[in-house]
């Protein structure tokens, strides 16, 4: 059986992953969405274990130190990390899996499985960002302001990614991002197998 694929997807908070990955997870039950681990407090409505394991430092730096995490990264002041059994159990199951992680984390990933596929997820302009971070009212002022210095270095780093897509309007982003997926999904390295199948099926 062949070994799912690895998807990374970053974008600047407030971007809309979320709601585009919402869309791409219900339209393709072969994807596994990889809940993190963070240090970072619950939001209003977040669920722990859904939206994330909302765990102490101390939990946190245990799973470290027990070779748990795929990676990690301190943003914004908080520790956010991917548990690594979760996700090799679905790739060695033959599921595909989404990381939803910051630049960091990412290029941490693609050191360690060059075959990833890395897509980052633009705004279409700073102020647009600014102005979807004011309206989600999730954060205070002194946050939103870090975060928008911190879109800026991630922004800076999306030319180390496979894909670039910009999230301008709902509906053409998902369908941008299911054409990487299908793209992916015809690679060279998604189908060697096929060509064995063809050859001994005479
Ligand atoms: P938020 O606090 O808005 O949920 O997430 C802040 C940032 O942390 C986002 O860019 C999000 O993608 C990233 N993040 C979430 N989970 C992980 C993770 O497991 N690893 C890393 N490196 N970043 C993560």
Redesign the pocket.
């Known amino acids: 059986m062949n070994k799912g694929i690895l998807y990374v997807?970053?974008?600047?908070?407030g971007c809309g992953?979320g709601t585009i990955l919402e869309t791409v997870l219900k339209n393709n039950s072969n994807i596994f969405y990889?809940v993190?681990?963070?240090t970072?407090l619950p939001?209003e409505g977040?669920i722990d274990r859904v939206?994330?394991f909302f765990y102490s430092q101390k939990e946190f730096q245990k799973l470290i130190d027990e070779d748990g995490?795929?990676?990690?990264?301190f943003?914004?002041d908080?520790y956010?990390?991917?548990?690594k059994k979760q996700v090799e159990e679905k790739l060695a199951q033959g599921f595909d899996v989404i990381?939803?992680?910051?630049?960091?984390?990412?290029l941490?990933i693609k050191k360690n499985f060059p075959d990833a596929i890395l897509i980052f997820i633009l705004p279409p302009s700073i102020s647009e960002l600014r102005r979807r971070l004011n309206k989600r009212r999730t954060e205070t002022q002194e946050v939103i302001e870090k975060?928008l210095s911190?879109a800026k270095t991630?922004i800076m780093r999306a030319e180390n990614y496979d894909y670039i897509m910009m999230n301008e309007e709902l509906e053409k982003a998902i369908v941008d991002f299911e054409a990487i997926i299908a793209s992916t999904k015809l690679l060279r390295n998604n189908n060697l197998n096929k060509i064995e199948e063809v050859l001994n099926n005479a």
């Open positions: 997807v970053s974008a600047p908070s992953k990889s993190s681990a963070t970072r939001r977040e939206n994330y995490m795929l990676e990690y990264a943003f914004c908080n956010y990390g991917t548990p990381l939803e992680i910051e630049t960091n984390g990412a941490q975060r911190e991630e």
